[in-house]
């Protein structure tokens, strides 16, 4: 069993910034590919944006494309999720989640082929 600890939610005004991070083991983090989605209320759950396990590539949701970056920490067997210029819809429960093996550009998007999920982290961008 994988286990992800997700972390750095919180309460944020409209334009500022969080990182959200999301830590697994040594070995769930060099075999599998990452993405982040979010679910608002009343929402289905949709993806954010994505990093590949080969290569490193990234690729994001059109609402978040130029404010949200994904990067990695390899000594720290973390992911992260910067999120600047915050807006209001942008609310939303956010969860990491791990699929082993390799993903695309395309394929990352589907939330149904990942295995693993973080328990969830809440933001809140207020207006």
């Known amino acids: 069993q994988v286990q992800l600890i997700e972390s750095g939610g919180g309460l944020v005004q409209t334009g500022g910034s969080l990182r959200l991070a999301c830590a697994a083991s040594?070995?769930?983090?060099?075999?599998?590919?990452m993405a982040w989605f979010r679910q608002a209320p009343g929402k289905e759950r949709e993806f954010v944006g994505g990093?590949?396990?080969?290569?490193?590539?990234?690729s994001y949701a059109d609402s978040v494309k130029g404010r949200f970056t994904i990067s990695r920490d390899n000594t720290k067997n973390t992911w992260y999720l910067q999120m600047n210029n915050l807006k209001p819809e942008d609310t939303a429960v956010y969860y990491c989640a791990l699929l082993p093996g390799s993903t695309t550009a395309q394929s990352m998007r589907d939330r149904r082929i990942y295995n693993y999920w973080g328990q969830g982290t809440q933001v809140t961008v207020s207006s």
């Open positions: 990093l590949t396990r080969i290569g490193g590539r990234t």
């Open positions: 040594e070995r769930a983090f060099s075999t599998m590919s």
